[in-house]
């Protein structure tokens, strides 16, 4: 059974009845393939109306989707031989980072994501895929490695923003993330990042500073969440702000994949599946993994000094203004 966001509940009705009816059948001497197929044909033109003209707070949704592939489902469908390194050499390791290496088709790689988690269980061990300092210093630890032995890096955001506890403020929550961001530009080697779900805030930028950045199509990237955005424009608690508060906050923000492209702060979007990522993970992992191997053929290509000034200039021309006459 899928799990169906508020505004998928028609195709929910739909596709409930398409299971109860192959359960009806199975083992039973009954006809009812037509049927059957009717009933998914208008399923499928009802999800694809849906889908043509859903909002950037549903978008914002189905990026939180908890069927979504997370970092551990892409490396599982696109890496081979993954070893996975754990702990930042100062303090602790924090299960809300994915950090290794891996065989990308034949290239070694660096790949660093955050992870949310599944079950209940494994969500509160992740911390919901908000990273504390350790979780940045060693994705930096990694990236450092995968520099001194001139392997790309790819990483995978996906976080509602950096764990703001007392514990994470104490240890230098905004220093671990100020940092990466400062090596990140001067790393002499290639770098990916490819936005799988929710980036969110400083949590995100921290592992962002790429020389391709590249959107899941319903993937969102934001300096704040739509809730925290609501709470600030509207006065109130998050828990009082209601869903047309959040509907306005999310399009004011600017934090889907179309957007992002118009402004030039992404590079590419990467189609899913109808319905999501959700709906066909390996759809989805194959469509990543040939953009994937067309960015890394080029900027692998680039002398050090070019890839840097490049990054350099990429992101100092986020934001430009011209004056007209």
């Known amino acids: 059974m899928h799990y169906y966001l508020d505004f998928e509940k028609p195709v929910a009705e739909l596709e409930n009845k398409i299971e109860e009816l192959k359960r009806l059948a199975d083992g039973k001497d009954m006809n009812i ?11 499928q033109d ?17 990026a939180r989707h908890p069927e979504r592939p997370y970092t551990l489902d892409y490396i599982r469908l696109l890496m081979e031989d993954f070893i996975e390194l754990h702990g930042d050499r100062r303090f602790a390791d924090d299960p809300s980072i994915v950090c290794g290496f ?17 079950s209940t269980k494994e969500r ?3 911390n919901f895929g908000q ?17 001194r032995f001139s392997m790309p890096i790819l990483t995978f955001i996906d976080t509602p923003g950096a764990y703001p506890g007392i514990g994470a403020e104490e240890r230098g929550q905004a220093e671990a993330i100020a940092f990466n961001l400062h090596e990140m530009f001067e790393l002499r080697t290639p ?21 391709r950045i590249l959107m899941l199509e319903h993937s969102v990237y934001s300096v704040i969440s739509p809730e925290g955005c609501a709470a600030i424009l509207w006065k109130k608690n998050e828990t009082s702000v209601g869903q047309s508060e959040y509907e306005k906050a ?5 934090m889907t994949p ?27 992992g194959g469509a990543l993994g040939n953009r994937l191997r067309y960015h890394l053929d080029e900027l692998m290509g680039m002398a050090h000094d070019e890839l840097i000034e490049a990054r350099y200039n990429k992101f100092r021309l986020i934001g430009a203004l011209e004056e007209k006459a």
């Open 191 to 211: 770098i990916i990042a490819v936005v799988i779900g929710e980036g969110g805030s400083g949590g995100a930028l921290a592992l962002s500073v790429g020389d």
């Open 33 to 43: 393939t037509s049927e059957i197929k009717k009933l998914s044909k208008k399923a």
């Open 102 to 118: 891996a065989k990308f088709q034949d290239t070694s790689v660096a790949v660093i994501g955050h992870q949310k988690g599944r």
């Open 46 to 62: 009802l999800r694809a109306d849906i889908f043509s003209k859903i909002t950037p707070w549903q978008k914002t949704l189905i």
């Open 258 to 284: 179309d957007d992002l492209k118009g402004f030039g702060i992404i590079d590419e979007i990467i189609q899913e599946p109808l319905g999501g990522a959700h709906r066909d993970t390996d759809a989805t």
């Open 250 to 254: 999310a399009a004011a923000l600017k």
């Open 124 to 126: 509160i061990e992740r």
């Open 131 to 147: 990273p504390h300092p350790e979780g940045y210093r060693k994705a930096l630890r990694i990236m450092k490695l995968a520099e």
